[in-house]
T-cell receptor
Framework: GAGVSQSPSNKVTEKGKDVELRCDPISGHTALYWYRQSLGQGLEFLIYFQGNSAPDKSGLPSDRFSAERTGGSVSTLTIQRTQQEDSAVYLC?????????????FGDGTRLSIL | AQKITQTQPGMFVQEKEAVTLDCTYDTSDQSYGLFWYKQPSSGEMIFLIYQGSYDEQNATEGRYSLNFQKARKSANLVISASQLGDSAMYFCAMNPVHSQGAQKLVFGQGTRLTINP
């Protein structure tokens, strides 16, 4: 597609359930990033993929969070046993290569609400 | 550790006026990139402009320019001839340019810009 695609756009689930968020990056982009945006914490980095490997997963808040990327393309962010503090907008971005001078292009995000 | 500071939580500007959004940063990296993003109420993050730490000239993209003062560690965004559609949140961000290590963007808290007709 022309831009980064994320699904679902909105997700409402009960506390304790698992959720999967999907990101389809811009075709040809080798680097993929996940961020979280919440009112109290602003924009926080979660994890960075170069190809299928994750050189930096330092932003994942707990072991309930995991992510994978397959085929150098689609990525899935999984949150297990969701908690209310997980409510946020989860943003995915991609860039041509994983270098600091490459702009990251963002998707529209998934708004996650934990009841 | 890197840090971005945006000291203006909100700004109100008359249409067609120029506006400057402030951004200061702190880093121990010698080589880094500075970015500005726009986030309208619809939520998408739109890349506006990039400045490399070794770029000698200030970056420009249409009505956007970046006033880069390396010694002061500031990277202010200037929007000329503001339009109603410029109303949005604006985020300053940075990351290291070296090829190894973290590529994460560190964001400021943002400035909410409102353009009045």
């Amino acid at each position: 597609g022309a831009g980064v695609s994320q699904s679902p756009s909105n997700k409402v689930t009960e506390k304790g359930k698992d959720v999967e968020l999907r990101c389809d990056p811009i075709s040809g982009h080798t680097a993929l990033y996940w961020y979280r945006q919440s009112l109290g914490q602003g924009l926080e980095f979660l994890i960075y993929f170069q190809g299928n490997s994750a050189p930096d997963k330092s932003g994942l808040p707990s072991d309930r969070f995991s992510a994978e990327r397959t085929g150098g393309s689609v990525s899935t962010l999984t949150i297990q046993r969701t908690q209310q503090e997980d409510s946020a907008v989860y943003l995915c971005a991609s860039s041509l290569v994983g270098q600091g001078n490459q702009p990251q292009h963002f998707g529209d995000g998934t708004r996650l609400s934990i009841l | 550790a890197q840090k971005i500071t945006q000291t203006q939580p909100g700004m109100f500007v008359q249409e067609k006026e120029a506006v400057t959004l402030d951004c200061t940063y702190d880093t121990s990296d010698q080589s880094y990139g500075l970015f500005w993003y726009k986030q309208p109420s619809s939520g998408e993050m739109i890349f506006l402009i990039y400045q490399g730490s070794y770029d000698e000239q200030n970056a420009t993209e249409g009505r956007y320019s970046l006033n880069f003062q390396k010694a002061r560690k500031s990277a202010n965004l200037v929007i000329s001839a503001s339009q109603l559609g410029d109303s949005a949140m604006y985020f300053c961000a940075m990351n290291p340019v070296h090829s190894q290590g973290a590529q994460k963007l560190v964001f400021g808290q943002g400035t909410r810009l409102t353009i009045n007709p």
